[in-house]
């Protein structure tokens, strides 16, 4: 039974070691890799590696620096900030994972009906796109999210809504050269219908782009998540939001530095890790440039 | 005569670009029996694509439009059949195989699932019986190790076995007429004469009709029944392939014959029909060939020739054989 599995899955198996292969041979493709692991181990594992409760109250121990107790630190109510940033990757990797899913679905679908259809359709399609993208994305999304009510769910549509643009965008302009390829004629010659063709041609000859976008964008998202967050339009208290702790934190930068910093910090190095890694999958990711 | 499967009548197709409006088609009539391979041949940019891409009605609009005919396939018109029956007609009535074999597989995915995606769809099966029936394709058309071919990108392919994967996916959906628009240009020559034989043994095989489009008068001579004469957006000849190459009769598919080298030739240079191919914005009036031929005489450059008859199935449209009567005929003129 093992073995058929084996036998019959065996190239998506060498094709999936050929990518690591290829990815390992990459010194920033791993350095972002190594940091967004990190990160999603963090986020996986916070219940069970965190040394505290993040939620749990301990006023004696208010604002106390860091130190082997609590690495790095307590805030003002004396919640270990360790504890708190490591359940606030569970919180900033979701939104980012779900406002990329939501955008990074409807942008591609949206992208590629204008580009294919053409004429009215994209210009119509593409006009909207434009006014969105006319906006700040920060104030857009705080505006959406401001008028949705200020809970967590709300911040993530708000914060899709802004980026499905950025997909709906660069799937138009992929779309807009694969559909003169001949495979496209072909497939029309053999009776698909647009729809068919938007789905099963289109998009999957954008993929590669989303892929990329997705991962770069990622960074942006979750920034663009925390700052709603900062200023009381995202994560409401206790949760442990790193752009929330930031916000309550930055009253005590002057006197108890650590209590910002450190998920300040977490923030930084996950955008980057992002952005790394989305910059190597670009090269490594295209089946036809890959080889 | 066997039955007639696809008919053409008075075909136009105009592209309305900044330069003008180019007349890719002026007034084409094609017949296509059942089981007849019929070739269609003519310079570059005479309108042979043009021609095979109205048939599925695939010309981009804009700039494209077929401007006036009629196509009947079955006996139903195909220019103004629903888009639904269209779609229905594509694929599993009438095939296409493109020129460049190179791009008309999708690269990111693998043969395999393109190749059953279609057998699926078109013959509603599940996807291990879609596989055999593709395994059994590629053998057809000489496929070695066509398992193998199944789990492989396009871009891990070769020219060759591309045009047969290509020939492969449109037989498998049992289509009644399938139009192959060069399919074998670009290949070289050993390969094109392999898919050359191969498309020939399966379309006889399962009494298949085809309209091969090439520029090539040897692979017409080799593989058609009947073959047209394209020149500047019209049919200037069509004759059953042993009477166009032992009697041509319009100058033009002449000219074309004296230019084919041969190996007992003692010509030391080759003729060649003197001028260049025509815009189709501005036309030569009347008969589209005048300027560069040698037989003009006065009619020519102010009536449209019509076709006639000069043997079996042998028709060409030259005022070389229109009677006197014709010629004057005023209806003709455009």
């Known amino acids: 039974m093992l073995n058929s599995i084996k036998k019959e899955h065996e190239w998506q198996i060498r094709e999936f070691l050929f990518t690591l292969r290829l990815l390992s041979k990459n010194p920033s493709a791993v350095a972002g890799f190594v940091i967004i692991a ?123 809504f802004v980026m499905i643009p950025k997909f709906a965008r660069m799937v138009r302009g992929e779309a807009l050269a694969v559909k003169e390829k001949q495979f496209i004629a072909a497939a029309r010659a053999s009776g698909a219908g647009s729809m068919w063709i938007i789905l099963h041609h289109i998009i999957p000859n954008c993929f590669s782009s ?9 960074g942006e998202t979750i920034l663009i998540a925390a700052s709603l967050s900062f200023i009381g339009l995202g994560a409401q208290p206790p949760t ?52 | 005569m066997a039955e007639t499967l696809l008919d053409i009548k008075e075909l136009s197709v105009r592209f309305f670009t900044y330069q003008g409006v180019v007349r890719a088609l002026e007034k084409v009539d094609l017949t296509i029996s059942k089981g007849e391979i019929l070739g269609l041949v003519g310079e570059t940019g005479c309108g042979k694509s043009v021609l095979a891409r109205s048939i599925l009605r695939l010309i981009a609009d804009p700039p494209g439009k077929i401007w006036n005919g009629e196509i009947f396939f079955k006996g139903e018109d195909l220019l103004t059949t629903s888009n639904r029956r269209l779609r229905h007609v594509r694929g599993n009535e009438i095939s296409m195989i493109f020129q460049e074999p190179m791009s008309s597989l999708n690269p990111v995915f693998r043969v395999g699932n393109q190749m059953q995606e279609v057998v699926m769809l078109h013959q509603r099966v599940e996807s291990a019986e879609a596989r055999e029936i593709c395994i059994d394709m590629l053998n057809q058309v000489k496929m070695p190790d066509p398992e ?38 670009a290949l070289d ?19 298949v009709s085809v309209l091969f489009i090439s520029h090539d008068l040897g692979v017409i001579a080799q593989l058609c029944d009947r073959v047209a004469v394209m020149y500047a957006g019209r049919i200037v000849e069509v004759a059953p392939v042993r009477n166009l190459f032992s009697g041509p009769r319009h100058p033009y598919t002449q000219g074309l014959l004296k230019a084919i080298p041969r190996v007992d030739d003692e010509r030391d240079t080759l003729s060649v029909i003197a001028g260049v191919v025509p815009g189709l914005i501005r036309p030569p009036e009347g008969c ?9 005489m006065n009619a020519c450059d102010r009536v449209v020739p019509r076709r006639v008859e000069v043997g079996l199935g042998h028709q060409v449209a030259c005022h070389l054989y229109n009677d006197s009567s014709e010629k004057c005929d005023a209806d003709t003129r455009h």
């Open chain 1, 38 to 160: 990190t990160m999603v181990f963090i986020a996986v594992t916070a219940p069970y590696i965190a040394p505290y409760d993040p939620i749990k109250i301990s006023l004696r121990e208010r604002l106390s620096a860091p130190s082997i107790v609590h690495i790095f630190g307590t805030d003002e109510m004396g919640r270990d900030i360790l504890s708190r940033v490591m359940h606030g990757a569970r919180i900033s990797l979701r939104i980012g994972v779900l406002v990329i899913a939501i955008a990074g679905g409807l942008g591609a679908v949206i992208g590629a009906v204008a580009g294919y259809l053409g004429k009215q359709a994209d210009n119509i399609i593409m006009r909207v796109m434009d006014v969105i993208l006319s906006f700040p994305p920060l104030v857009l999304a705080m505006a959406l999210a401001a008028a949705l009510g200020p809970n967590l769910n709300n911040a993530i549509l708000a914060v899709a």
């Open chain 1, 210 to 218: 989303v892929i990329i976008l997705s991962t770069l964008l990622l």
């Open chain 1, 240 to 291: 442990p939001e790193w752009g929330a702790m930031i916000s309550v934190g930055r009253k005590f930068l002057m006197d108890q530095w650590w209590y910002p910093t450190f998920p300040g910090l977490f923030i930084l190095v996950t955008v980057i890790g992002f952005n790394i890694l989305g910059d190597a999958l670009r090269d490594i990711l295209d089946p036809r440039i890959r080889r």
């Open chain 2, 148 to 185: 193998g071919v199944l789990t492989k990108y396009p871009h891990e392919l070769s020219g060759g076995m591309r045009q047969r994967v290509m020939i492969a996916m449109e037989l498998s959906c049992r289509p009644d007429l399938l139009i192959a628009d060069e399919p074998t240009t």
């Open chain 2, 189 to 207: 020559v050993t390969v094109q004469a392999q898919v050359l034989t191969i498309l020939e043994e399966l379309t006889r095989q399962r009494g």
């Open chain 2, 288 to 296: 589209r060939f005048h300027p560069r031929c040698d037989a003009v």
